[in-house]
């Protein structure tokens, strides 16, 4: 498939409407459930997905355009090759200039990701940001 260099700003609302919708669903089953290890177990699974399924919306987007300075869409690319690597700690993208300091979530190379429904949803809005800038 060739790369994709614009995306409709639509298409771009409809999936922030929906990382919110999720986010707003997933409270309320935590709220219900309470703080067991059943509900902390299922957050980080949930919370996995949300992110793989937010990149495959954005797959083929242009690696040009994309840039390579540590930028949310990067910090995702990086964490969606690390989970499919069926790890969890970050690891490194020799192709990105990736600055923890400048993160999302601010997780350094080697150390687990944060899986918190505070966090992903700041780094899937931040995502969508970007690409809204970079792919208008």
Not at 85 to 104: F, Q, W
Not at 127 to 133: Q, V
Request: charged share 25%; proline share 4%; hydrophobic share 35%.
């Amino acid at each position: 498939m060739l790369s994709i260099g614009k995306y409709p700003s639509e298409f771009v609302l409809m999936c922030s409407l929906r990382v919110d919708e999720q986010l707003s669903s997933y409270a309320s089953i935590k709220q219900a459930a309470g703080d067991g290890a059943e509900i902390a177990s299922f957050e980080s699974l949930f919370l996995e997905n949300m992110v793989l399924s937010l990149d495959s919306l954005f797959g083929h987007r242009a690696r040009g355009q994309e840039g390579k300075d540590g930028n949310p869409l990067n910090e995702v690319r990086m964490i969606c090759g690390t989970l499919m690597r069926g790890e969890n700690c970050l690891r490194a993208d020799s192709t990105i200039r990736y600055d923890p300091a400048k993160a999302v979530l601010g997780t350094r190379i080697g150390d687990p990701i944060p899986w918190t429904t505070e966090g992903i949803g700041r780094l899937c809005h931040a995502f969508l940001d970007e690409i809204g800038k970079k792919y208008p």
